[in-house]
T-cell receptor, first 110, second 113 residues
Framework: DAKTTQPNSMESNEEEPVHLPCNHS???????IHWYRQLPSQGPEYVIH???SNVNNRMASLAIAEDRKSSTLILHRATLRDAAVYYC???????????FGPGTRLSVLP | EAQVTQNPRYLITVTGKKLTVTCSQN?????MSWYRQDPGLGLRQIYY???????DKGDVPEGYKVSRKEKRNFPLILESPSPNQTSLYFC????????????FGNGTRLTVT
Protein backbone atom coordinates (compact mmCIF):
# COMPACT_ATOMS: atom_id res chain seq x y z
CA ASP A 1 0.00 0.00 0.00
CA ALA A 2 1.18 3.48 -0.81
CA LYS A 3 2.20 5.39 2.30
CA THR A 4 2.38 9.06 3.23
CA THR A 5 4.93 11.04 5.23
CA GLN A 6 4.22 14.26 7.09
CA PRO A 7 6.18 16.48 9.49
CA ASN A 8 5.55 15.57 13.11
CA SER A 9 4.55 19.06 14.13
CA MET A 10 4.06 22.59 12.86
CA GLU A 11 3.28 25.91 14.42
CA SER A 12 1.33 28.85 13.12
CA ASN A 13 0.15 32.23 14.32
CA GLU A 14 -3.54 32.93 14.53
CA GLU A 15 -5.09 34.44 11.40
CA GLU A 16 -2.11 33.53 9.24
CA PRO A 17 -2.19 30.94 6.45
CA VAL A 18 -0.89 27.45 7.17
CA HIS A 19 0.56 25.06 4.61
CA LEU A 20 0.67 21.44 5.78
CA PRO A 21 2.77 19.24 3.47
CA CYS A 22 2.40 15.55 2.68
CA ASN A 23 4.67 13.33 0.62
CA HIS A 24 3.29 10.26 -1.15
CA SER A 25 5.97 9.34 -3.64
CA UNK A 26 4.58 5.82 -4.28
CA UNK A 27 1.05 6.99 -5.07
CA UNK A 28 -0.68 5.12 -7.87
CA UNK A 29 -2.89 6.59 -10.56
CA UNK A 30 -6.11 5.49 -8.85
CA UNK A 31 -5.27 6.71 -5.34
CA UNK A 32 -7.31 9.59 -3.97
CA ILE A 33 -5.62 11.90 -1.47
CA HIS A 34 -7.72 12.45 1.65
CA TRP A 35 -7.10 14.79 4.58
CA TYR A 36 -8.60 14.41 8.03
CA ARG A 37 -8.05 16.18 11.30
CA GLN A 38 -8.52 15.20 14.91
CA LEU A 39 -9.32 17.84 17.46
CA PRO A 40 -8.43 17.14 21.09
CA SER A 41 -10.71 14.54 22.70
CA GLN A 42 -12.65 13.94 19.47
CA GLY A 43 -12.72 11.44 16.64
CA PRO A 44 -11.11 12.32 13.31
CA GLU A 45 -13.16 14.41 10.91
CA TYR A 46 -13.00 14.73 7.15
CA VAL A 47 -11.41 17.88 5.76
CA ILE A 48 -10.95 17.53 2.01
CA HIS A 49 -9.93 15.12 -0.75
CA UNK A 50 -8.74 15.20 -4.35
CA UNK A 51 -7.28 13.19 -7.21
CA UNK A 52 -5.32 15.47 -9.57
CA SER A 53 -6.75 18.97 -9.54
CA ASN A 54 -6.58 21.46 -6.70
CA VAL A 55 -9.69 21.49 -4.54
CA ASN A 56 -11.37 24.07 -2.35
CA ASN A 57 -14.10 23.76 0.24
CA ARG A 58 -15.33 25.79 3.18
CA MET A 59 -12.71 24.33 5.49
CA ALA A 60 -9.53 24.33 3.42
CA SER A 61 -7.81 24.05 0.05
CA LEU A 62 -5.85 21.12 -1.28
CA ALA A 63 -2.97 21.72 -3.67
CA ILE A 64 -1.74 18.61 -5.49
CA ALA A 65 1.62 18.54 -7.24
CA GLU A 66 1.60 17.91 -10.95
CA ASP A 67 3.36 14.54 -10.51
CA ARG A 68 0.99 13.76 -7.58
CA LYS A 69 3.89 12.74 -5.36
CA SER A 70 3.09 15.41 -2.84
CA SER A 71 0.20 17.57 -1.71
CA THR A 72 -0.38 20.50 0.60
CA LEU A 73 -3.35 21.26 2.80
CA ILE A 74 -3.89 25.00 3.07
CA LEU A 75 -5.76 26.64 5.90
CA HIS A 76 -6.22 30.20 4.71
CA ARG A 77 -6.56 31.85 8.11
CA ALA A 78 -5.68 29.67 11.07
CA THR A 79 -7.83 29.99 14.16
CA LEU A 80 -7.26 28.57 17.63
CA ARG A 81 -9.91 25.97 16.82
CA ASP A 82 -7.74 24.64 13.99
CA ALA A 83 -5.21 23.28 16.49
CA ALA A 84 -5.36 19.54 15.82
CA VAL A 85 -3.53 16.55 14.38
CA TYR A 86 -3.85 16.54 10.57
CA TYR A 87 -3.67 13.27 8.68
CA CYS A 88 -2.95 12.79 4.99
CA UNK A 89 -3.96 9.36 3.69
CA UNK A 90 -4.48 7.59 0.37
CA UNK A 91 -7.48 5.62 -0.71
CA UNK A 92 -7.92 3.22 -3.62
CA UNK A 93 -10.30 0.50 -4.70
CA UNK A 94 -8.05 -2.36 -3.77
CA UNK A 95 -7.29 -3.98 -0.46
CA UNK A 96 -6.75 -2.19 2.82
CA UNK A 97 -7.89 1.40 2.86
CA UNK A 98 -7.67 4.45 5.07
CA UNK A 99 -4.36 3.62 6.74
CA PHE A 100 -3.44 6.53 9.01
CA GLY A 101 0.12 7.62 9.73
CA PRO A 102 1.14 9.67 12.77
CA GLY A 103 -0.02 12.93 11.17
CA THR A 104 1.12 16.50 11.81
CA ARG A 105 0.29 18.17 15.10
CA LEU A 106 -0.59 21.79 14.35
CA SER A 107 -0.28 24.35 17.12
CA VAL A 108 -1.88 27.76 16.62
CA LEU A 109 -0.47 30.61 18.66
CA PRO A 110 -2.66 33.56 19.63
CA GLU B 1 -29.01 12.87 11.25
CA ALA B 2 -26.26 10.92 9.45
CA GLN B 3 -23.99 9.37 12.00
CA VAL B 4 -21.83 6.53 13.21
CA THR B 5 -22.87 5.39 16.66
CA GLN B 6 -20.61 3.48 18.98
CA ASN B 7 -21.57 1.98 22.30
CA PRO B 8 -20.56 2.13 25.01
CA ARG B 9 -18.54 5.36 25.23
CA TYR B 10 -16.64 4.12 28.28
CA LEU B 11 -16.05 0.56 29.43
CA ILE B 12 -14.01 -0.85 32.29
CA THR B 13 -13.66 -4.60 32.41
CA VAL B 14 -11.43 -7.34 33.75
CA THR B 15 -8.99 -9.60 31.96
CA GLY B 16 -10.66 -12.48 30.15
CA LYS B 17 -14.25 -11.27 30.30
CA LYS B 18 -15.67 -11.28 26.77
CA LEU B 19 -17.02 -7.97 25.53
CA THR B 20 -18.53 -6.45 22.43
CA VAL B 21 -18.34 -2.85 21.27
CA THR B 22 -21.15 -2.05 18.89
CA CYS B 23 -20.97 0.21 15.86
CA SER B 24 -23.91 1.22 13.73
CA GLN B 25 -24.21 3.63 10.80
CA ASN B 26 -27.35 5.01 9.18
CA UNK B 27 -25.83 6.15 5.88
CA UNK B 28 -26.02 2.87 3.92
CA UNK B 29 -22.23 2.75 3.73
CA UNK B 30 -20.54 -0.32 2.28
CA UNK B 31 -17.17 0.21 3.97
CA MET B 32 -16.69 0.01 7.74
CA SER B 33 -13.54 -0.11 9.82
CA TRP B 34 -12.26 -0.28 13.39
CA TYR B 35 -9.24 1.60 14.71
CA ARG B 36 -7.47 1.80 18.02
CA GLN B 37 -5.60 4.89 19.12
CA ASP B 38 -2.78 4.82 21.63
CA PRO B 39 -0.48 7.66 22.72
CA GLY B 40 2.50 7.93 20.42
CA LEU B 41 1.19 5.26 18.03
CA GLY B 42 -1.59 7.15 16.30
CA LEU B 43 -4.57 5.45 14.70
CA ARG B 44 -4.03 1.81 13.81
CA GLN B 45 -6.51 -0.18 11.79
CA ILE B 46 -7.79 -3.38 13.43
CA TYR B 47 -10.25 -4.80 10.92
CA TYR B 48 -12.20 -3.48 7.97
CA UNK B 49 -15.15 -4.61 5.90
CA UNK B 50 -15.78 -3.78 2.27
CA UNK B 51 -19.38 -5.01 2.43
CA UNK B 52 -21.74 -7.49 4.13
CA UNK B 53 -19.98 -10.79 4.94
CA UNK B 54 -16.64 -9.36 3.67
CA UNK B 55 -14.10 -8.61 6.38
CA ASP B 56 -10.32 -8.43 6.43
CA LYS B 57 -7.49 -7.82 8.84
CA GLY B 58 -5.90 -4.46 9.30
CA ASP B 59 -2.54 -3.79 10.91
CA VAL B 60 -3.32 -4.98 14.45
CA PRO B 61 -6.02 -7.71 14.33
CA GLU B 62 -4.64 -10.01 17.07
CA GLY B 63 -7.08 -10.48 19.94
CA TYR B 64 -10.06 -9.06 18.07
CA LYS B 65 -12.94 -10.44 16.02
CA VAL B 66 -15.51 -8.70 13.87
CA SER B 67 -18.61 -9.66 11.96
CA ARG B 68 -20.65 -7.95 9.23
CA LYS B 69 -23.98 -9.71 9.04
CA GLU B 70 -25.89 -6.56 8.12
CA LYS B 71 -24.78 -3.48 6.27
CA ARG B 72 -25.38 -1.05 9.11
CA ASN B 73 -23.63 -2.92 11.96
CA PHE B 74 -19.98 -3.83 12.50
CA PRO B 75 -19.39 -5.03 16.08
CA LEU B 76 -15.91 -5.42 17.54
CA ILE B 77 -15.54 -8.48 19.75
CA LEU B 78 -12.84 -9.09 22.32
CA GLU B 79 -13.15 -12.76 23.28
CA SER B 80 -10.60 -12.61 26.10
CA PRO B 81 -9.52 -9.02 26.72
CA SER B 82 -6.07 -8.32 28.10
CA PRO B 83 -4.60 -5.13 29.62
CA ASN B 84 -2.69 -4.37 26.40
CA GLN B 85 -6.05 -3.84 24.71
CA THR B 86 -6.70 -0.85 26.91
CA SER B 87 -7.14 1.88 24.32
CA LEU B 88 -9.42 4.37 22.61
CA TYR B 89 -11.39 2.69 19.84
CA PHE B 90 -13.00 4.32 16.82
CA CYS B 91 -15.44 2.91 14.32
CA UNK B 92 -15.71 4.53 10.90
CA UNK B 93 -17.73 4.08 7.72
CA UNK B 94 -17.78 5.25 4.14
CA UNK B 95 -19.32 4.57 0.79
CA UNK B 96 -17.22 2.17 -1.26
CA UNK B 97 -16.18 4.72 -3.87
CA UNK B 98 -12.61 5.96 -3.54
CA UNK B 99 -13.68 9.59 -3.42
CA UNK B 100 -16.02 9.05 -0.46
CA UNK B 101 -14.98 10.47 2.90
CA UNK B 102 -14.71 8.43 6.08
CA UNK B 103 -17.13 9.19 8.92
CA PHE B 104 -16.04 8.42 12.47
CA GLY B 105 -17.92 7.57 15.62
CA ASN B 106 -17.24 9.35 18.92
CA GLY B 107 -15.00 6.66 20.26
CA THR B 108 -15.06 4.03 23.01
CA ARG B 109 -12.54 4.26 25.80
CA LEU B 110 -11.81 0.73 27.02
CA THR B 111 -9.88 -0.10 30.17
CA VAL B 112 -8.95 -3.72 30.88
CA THR B 113 -7.67 -4.38 34.38
Amino acid sequence: DAKTTQPNSMESNEEEPVHLPCNHSTISGTDYIHWYRQLPSQGPEYVIHGLTSNVNNRMASLAIAEDRKSSTLILHRATLRDAAVYYCILRNNYGQNFVFGPGTRLSVLP
Amino acid sequence: EAQVTQNPRYLITVTGKKLTVTCSQNMNHEYMSWYRQDPGLGLRQIYYSMNVEVTDKGDVPEGYKVSRKEKRNFPLILESPSPNQTSLYFCASSFGAVDSPLHFGNGTRLTVT
